[in-house]
């Protein structure tokens, strides 16, 4: 539904002007991207940034230029559904030299990417698992590395509900 329904406004031409995006509780810079024709990339270098943490309410200015060629349309995510919902805690994490947004989980393959949300604030960050845990608490579904613990705004939490969805597997 959603490939047709962009690819009706490619088709119309529409999506060669500016626009602005509200974002809402659940949205991920991915989602935003993809149902408006665009990439992460495209998106964050049209806004001057290099994060893909985004807040509920911010205003995200999108591309003018749509995405026309095939192999630049980004792969649908393994799913978009909830994968788990529990606690998120953080620790010190695990490092890896291509991202400090790293996680741990008991089950995801290593190298697989997780969007995880706040359940109060909305907001998101997406992390890599390149660790196992959590251990000792079966309410925890993930422990975040510090820093993407610090772009959820959990740090003077410790804890904090959260919901888990599956952007890629490796």
Not at 59 to 83: D, E, N
Not at 87 to 110: E, K, W
Not at 112 to 117: A, E, H, I, P, S
Request: aromatic share 6%.
């Amino acid at each position: 539904m959603k490939r047709a329904l962009l690819l009706f406004t490619l088709l119309l031409g529409s999506a060669h002007a500016e626009q602005v995006y509200r974002v809402k509780a659940g949205d991920t810079l991915w989602s935003v991207a993809q149902a408006h024709g665009t990439t992460v990339q495209a998106v964050l270098a049209h806004n001057g940034r290099d994060s893909a943490a985004i807040q509920v309410g911010e205003a995200i200015r999108l591309p003018g230029t749509p995405v026309t060629s095939p192999a630049q349309i980004p792969a649908t995510p393994v799913t978009t559904a909830v994968f788990q919902r529990g606690q998120a805690a953080y620790y010190s994490g695990r490092r890896d030299r291509s991202t400090v947004m790293t996680a741990a989980h008991l089950t995801l393959p290593f190298g697989t990417w997780v969007r995880v949300t706040h359940a109060r604030t909305g907001r998101s960050v997406a992390v890599m698992i390149n660790d196992r845990g959590p251990f000792g608490n079966r309410s925890r579904v993930i422990d975040l590395s510090t820093s993407a613990a610090r772009v959820l705004g959990m740090l003077s939490e410790g804890v904090a509900p959260v919901t888990l969805t599956v952007m890629s597997r490796p």
